[in-house]
């Protein structure tokens, strides 16, 4: 495989926007390209990240129309992605395959979602359509009820009092809303206290109101290249130097909800095609959807052993100082959670990270960055390791 190397990325900020999905993902992907030097038809393929176009805009076969509002060649296929909350890393992870494998030497890839249009009870119903239609959805389930009982489940496995999980869920929401204070683009830009989580409204027992993150709209782009033809264009080059992804079933076939045979096994492919461990990892940008969801994170991707998550968070180890810096973007909790985008800002933030350009988030010293991003209840998971030399 040829080495891949990221030449620009683009992002929105994340909130309720005004601007429709191809206005969006415009100003990301010609922010990136501006970075790149580059313009429109230079880039070979576009692979983009979305969800939900025909029910936010009635809009379907969104990738064609995007690469047409970016002026890109009618020769330069244009591939949209599904794979729920993770389908910008898919896309991405795909870009990245297709130019290391020397059938593309310059792409862009990204997401775009405008989830705010549709408001709280269809936008609840169709992000419940990345469940099983018969076992799950048919039966209520959605995902706050998914990662309610990942948290029951935990209490029960490890003995842990659900106070005590609720005390370190409440403190990885206040960790990524201040995180989410020193990003310019994350839709939360405020400080909450641990009694602003344990106080708000119940959602489903025990995740409260802020447990949850929102829905957002936004978009994000990278551009992939050939690192033999281009990385000369960059002053500081990041590389993909690993991939990985996996799928499971329906929620129902997975006995134990603490643990996440996809995400474990897509982590492991991208950590050994980089030729890495956890412990290299600077800064990780995970999936917390749920702050349940970022606790047990830390223990699928080996930042910390399976049972000590909370015990991690309580140490302080994922803050901007400590150990294992987690979501200085402020997560999805924060950042907001554009579902087709997502996957896509967050490796807008490794990128950044790497290069040393986050200025009050910045985590010193980061040379390798990872990105987690889950789609749908546990059932598509996508992995990257980004690096810098």
């Known amino acids: 495989m040829r080495e891949v190397v990221v030449l620009g990325v683009g992002m929105t900020k994340f909130g309720r926007s005004e601007h429709s999905m191809k206005e969006m993902f415009s100003m990301a992907a010609l922010e990136a390209l501006e970075e790149s030097g580059l313009e429109s038809k230079d880039l070979q393929a576009l692979f983009i990240g979305n969800v939900l176009g025909g029910f936010e805009e009635g809009q379907m076969n969104i990738a064609p129309f995007l690469a047409d509002e970016i002026g890109m060649r009618h020769g330069a296929p244009a591939t949209r992605y599904e794979g729920a909350c993770a389908s910008a890393t898919v896309a991405i992870r795909h870009a990245a395959l297709m130019v290391g494998s020397g059938v593309y030497d310059l792409v862009m890839a990204g997401g775009a979602e405008r989830t705010t249009i549709m408001g709280t009870p269809l936008a609840t119903k169709t992000f419940a359509m990345g469940s099983h239609s018969e076992y ?103 590389y993909v130097a690993g991939t990985g992804q996996g799928s499971a079933g329906s929620t129902y076939r997975q006995k134990d909800l603490t643990r996440m045979a996809a995400r474990e096994a897509a982590v492991r492919q991208a950590y050994d095609q980089a030729g890495i461990g ?111 030399d």
């Open 136 to 238: 799950e959805r048919f039966t209520g389930i959605t995902f706050p009820g998914i990662f309610a009982m990942v948290a029951h489940q935990y209490c029960a496995k490890y003995g842990i009092a659900l106070a005590d999980l609720k005390m370190s869920m409440a403190r990885t929401a206040v960790k990524n809303h201040h995180n989410g204070t020193l990003n310019p683009l994350a839709h939360f830009k405020k400080e909450i206290t641990v009694e602003t989580v344990l106080n708000g409204p119940m959602i489903a027992d025990p995740l409260q109101l802020f447990d949850c993150c929102p829905f957002s709209d936004g978009a994000a782009a990278i551009v992939l290249a050939d690192a033999a033809k281009f990385k000369n264009k960059v002053r500081t080059p990041v």
């Open 278 to 388: 956890p412990s290299d990892v600077d800064v990780c940008e995970l999936h917390d959807c749920f702050t349940i969801a970022e606790v047990v994170a830390l223990e699928m991707l080996g930042f910390a052993e399976f049972g000590q998550g909370p015990a991690a968070v309580d140490r302080g180890d994922t803050s901007l100082t400590g150990r294992i810096p987690i979501n200085p973007s402020g997560g999805l909790k924060a950042k907001g959670h554009p579902i087709g985008a997502t996957g896509a800002a967050q490796a807008y933030e490794i990128v950044k990270q790497l290069r040393g350009e986050c200025g009050e988030r910045q985590v010193n010293g980061a040379k390798i960055g990872l990105v987690d991003t889950l789609g749908g209840d546990f059932s598509t998971v996508c992995s990257l390791v980004l690096r810098r």
